[in-house]
């Protein structure tokens, strides 16, 4: 299943046509007719107010060196071309200045862990958008078990969340002449076999969700038209998510197929699809299926589970027999890892024989090998360095083989090989320093939040910065649906902020996951508010320790971090000195009406509860702007192409701000969709208008 969240991992509009029609307009919103999402008069009006901001950055003298320095950073060929082990190769998907959309290519294992190794082309994205006359953006592939041969390439025009299905052949690197084509669509695939899928998309009328999700899944067969596809399953249209396909498999050569059926963003109902139809499974709604080992389905659960005497804890790691979920034998889960109260899972994958389990620990990365044996699991910790953030880069059930990433704030990104069955990490590539990172040092701190809960944070500045609070600063946190915020190499922001003398904060908020569920739990729904006043609490403990000062103070973040940034600007606007707003929702009594708001109703509360409603009133950035308010001047930018949060959010909240005549920068790309990301050159063109913002803003007189 491909996560549908904010962040990181959604929201659907309806396939490749026209959002659903919003509610009737509320007769305070005089900017309603902005959520037109590609109308001629929204379109017109983007266009008046980037021309206006494009102005204001580009012509900065500073713009022209920032953009040359985050284009060589984004475009070097000396980067870490992070692995995916497919077919018995190491895959890789890669972007630099001459394919600034990107090209799909493979190497040997032998030769990825050279210097220089040679690669083979097997798909290039620019080609490809020149042939089709489109701007392909690449969306990852689903390769077929157990051969590895076939994959469906997902394929997205600009950088929406729609994609393109196209089957291709990995032996041949070609697109397979008659093979499955799946027109655009949100949509969520499995192979079942070579000759079979199941797919969860837009049917036609009736099954989609009001979020825009698919809640019916059908089965596709080769050679078969759309429309002859067998119905094996349908949620419902109330559902807030939809339902989703995926399939397991492991090294032994088990394998079954399943079901997520997502009633609410955190509330699944999980099936096991069999010849006889599907099966509900007797699994905690808020837990996720994660793999399988040697029969043993890999189980995360964010509630406590009780079953068959044992008692699973709340953000734990357990296993199943698969054999006990075909047979409905009573489950008793066995657990592998059972956080404390300062760590959390960050990443589970499967090789053959072993399980890699990736953890928070204190907001650092810790990683281990779990072993099954004949009646428990064996924990082996993996050495490696500290005070950083370990991921799981790739993995492969078909051995044992994997690679760890590894970076942190000052460490440029390092990769490990490592053995899963005999764990003693080596490194086999490095990245080298993109910025000057001399005299830097990185403190973690606490703050006392208004319930006098301790938050930390991380902040990186000169070792001789004076404590006069005279240093600019920026500071970033997210907030929201259990993703944490953890320390990586951010080399952008290192050349063109850090190495000018300035700090960087990142802050570990409530509403994440840095502390697993209760962490999140604490700021759902009408309890939100806490989550912002942590953000301010982190702001005042900088500036009690007079790391910084309001007016050499500027936060950013995206989507639901955009959020946080719009209750921030409007609740503390004399803490800061520049906020940029990327990507976000700011109008919280009409998001469930906006691209996929329905589905994050779990996360904010709904409008159509009046104690909800009411909250939600209290914070929502669009309606709290105050006319003849002081506010510092706020950068907004969307992007047309985002059919996940929707660029309506930040087109009204702009709109606005110029109606009570209040200075603001606005600016909506046309690409990228939601991460902003349609190619290189967009992304460091972002990076450098936020940095020109900043300067602008928290630097000189």
Do not use: C
């Amino acid at each position: 299943m491909k996560r549908m969240m904010l962040l990181v991992t959604a929201a659907m509009l309806t396939g490749a046509g026209a959002p659903p029609a919003p509610a009737p307009a509320p007769a305070d919103d005089p900017f309603i007719w902005l959520e037109d999402w590609t109308g001629p008069r929204a379109m017109q009006w983007v266009e008046a107010e980037n021309k206006a901001t494009l102005a204001a950055f580009q012509n900065d003298p500073r713009y022209a060196g920032y953009y040359r320095d985050a284009l060589a950073i984004a475009s070097a060929k000396d980067r870490i071309a992070m692995p995916m082990l497919i077919h018995g190769r190491v895959y890789n998907f890669w972007r630099d200045a001459d394919h600034p959309q990107g090209i799909w290519r493979y190497t040997t294992e032998a030769d990825y862990a050279t210097d220089a190794p040679h690669w083979t082309t097997v798909l290039d994205l620019d080609a490809l958008s020149k042939a089709d006359s489109k701007k392909w953006v690449w969306k990852g592939a689903t390769i077929l078990d157990p051969e590895e041969r076939l994959a469906l390439i997902n394929l997205s025009d600009g950088g929406e969340d729609a994609v393109t299905l196209r089957e291709f052949d990995l032996v041949s690197g070609a697109f397979v002449q008659g093979g499955f084509d799946i027109p655009t669509s949100k949509q969520n695939e499995a192979w079942l076999d070579k000759d079979s899928l199941l797919l969860a998309r837009d049917w036609g009328e009736g099954s989609m969700t009001k979020s825009g999700y698919p809640f019916v899944v059908k089965l596709v067969q080769r050679r078969q038209p759309l429309s002859a596809a067998r119905e094996i399953y349908r949620g419902a249209a109330s559902d807030q998510v939809g339902t989703f396909p995926m399939l397991l498999s492991d090294g032994s050569g088990n394998r079954a197929a399943f079901l997520y059926r997502g009633v609410t963003f955190f509330g699944n109902e999980t099936y096991l699809v069999t010849g006889e139809g599907v099966k509900k499974l007797p699994l905690p709604a808020k837990s996720q299926l994660l793999g399988m080992v040697q029969g043993q389905v890999l189980i995360q659960t964010s509630e406590t589970w009780k079953s068959g005497g044992v008692t699973v804890p709340a953000g734990s790691l357990a296993a199943v027999p698969l054999k006990a979920l075909e047979s409905g034998a009573t489950l008793a889960p066995q657990i592998l890892f059972a956080p404390n109260a300062r760590q959390s899972i960050d990443g589970v994958t499967a090789t053959k024989s072993r399980v890699i389990l990736a953890i928070n620990d204190n907001v650092r990365g810790r990683v281990l090998v779990l072993t099954p044996e004949k009646d428990k699991w064996t924990a082996t910790p993996v050495t490696l360095p500290d005070n950083a953030t370990i991921s799981i880069a790739s993995a492969t059930d078909k051995s044992d083989a994997a690679y760890l990433a590894v970076a942190g704030f000052l460490a440029p990104t390092t990769l490990w090989a490592i053995d899963a069955a005999n764990p003693a990490p080596r490194q086999v590539k490095a990245m080298p320093a993109r910025f000057d990172a001399s005299g830097l040092v990185v403190d973690q701190h606490e703050a006392t939040s208004t319930d006098g809960t301790k938050i930390p944070y991380f902040i990186v500045h000169r070792k001789d910065m004076k404590p006069d609070g005279s240093t600019p600063t920026i500071m970033t946190a997210y907030g929201g649906f259990e993703v944490p915020m953890t320390p990586s190499y951010a080399a952008i922001t290192g050349k063109l902020w850090l190495e000018r003398g300035n700090s960087f904060v990142l802050a570990n908020i409530r509403g994440g996951g840095e502390f697993g569920p209760a962490w999140h739990e604490a700021g759902l729904k009408t309890k939100r508010q806490i989550i912002y006043d942590d953000f301010a609490a982190v702001a005042q403990d900088i500036f009690a320790r007079k790391l910084s000062s309001p007016r050499r103070f500027g936060i950013y973040g995206g989507s639901n971090g955009g959020l946080l940034m719009g209750v921030e600007f409007n609740q503390h606007p004399d803490l800061w000195n520049g906020v940029v707003i990327q990507v976000p929702l700011l109008d919280m009594i009409r998001y469930e009406q906006i691209a996929a708001g329905a589905s994050w109703v779990d996360e904010y509360g709904s409008a159509s509860v009046p104690e909800e409603k009411a909250f939600l009133q209290t914070i929502s950035p669009y309606a709290n702007i105050r006319k003849g308010g002081t506010y510092p001047t706020p950068y907004i930018w969307t992007t047309t192409k985002d059919d996940r949060v929707g660029p309506q959010h930040a087109r009204k909240f702009a709109a606005r701000l110029k109606d009570y005549g209040l200075p603001y920068h606005f600016y909506e790309d046309t690409a990228g969709g939601h991460s902003g990301d349609a190619d290189i050159e967009q992304g460091a063109r972002l990076q450098a208008m936020q940095m020109v913002y900043f300067s602008q803003r928290l630097e000189g007189d």
